[in-house]
Nanobody, 124 residues
Framework: QVQLVESGGGLVQAGGSLRLSCAAS????????MGWFRQAPGKEREFVAA????????FYADSVKGRFTISRDNAKKTVYLQMNSLKPEDTAVYYC?????????????????WGQGTQVIVSS
């Protein structure tokens, strides 16, 4: 497994942008599929975006398509989530996850690696 640390969260007005980063430790980062989930107060954790190990395939929740972009830099062992046109309903704690396959990432497998989360607050 890899260890994951998220950063980049904060307070932003609706319509604004934020870029989240997830730094990984471990030698085999490039072999992992990566993803982002979020959890709003009183709600279940939900899938946001995923990216394959080679960055050739990306997947998004319908609620963020066209606004969020996931990317990765294997040399820096970092995955990013660029969030544009933010809405108040995007307010949540955002978690980074890593797993062996993209399917497992999208499913939010508990067997994968998870970070501690970073808070995003979008004000109206």
């Amino acid at each position: 497994q890899v260890q994951l640390v998220e950063s980049g969260g904060g307070l932003v007005q609706a319509g604004g942008s934020l870029r989240l980063s997830c730094a990984a430790s471990g030698r085999t980062f490039s072999s992992y599929s990566m993803g982002w989930f979020r959890q709003a107060p009183g709600k279940e954790r939900e899938f946001v975006a995923a990216i394959s190990w080679g960055a050739g395939n990306t997947f998004y929740a319908d609620s963020v398509k066209g606004r969020f972009t996931i990317s990765r830099d294997n040399a820096k062992k970092t995955v990013y989530l660029q969030m544009n046109s933010l809405k108040p309903e995007d307010t949540a704690v955002y978690y980074c996850t890593a797993d062996q396959t993209t399917s497992q990432v999208v499913a939010g497998s508990v067997a994968g690696s998870w970070g501690q989360g970073t808070q995003v607050i979008v004000s109206s």
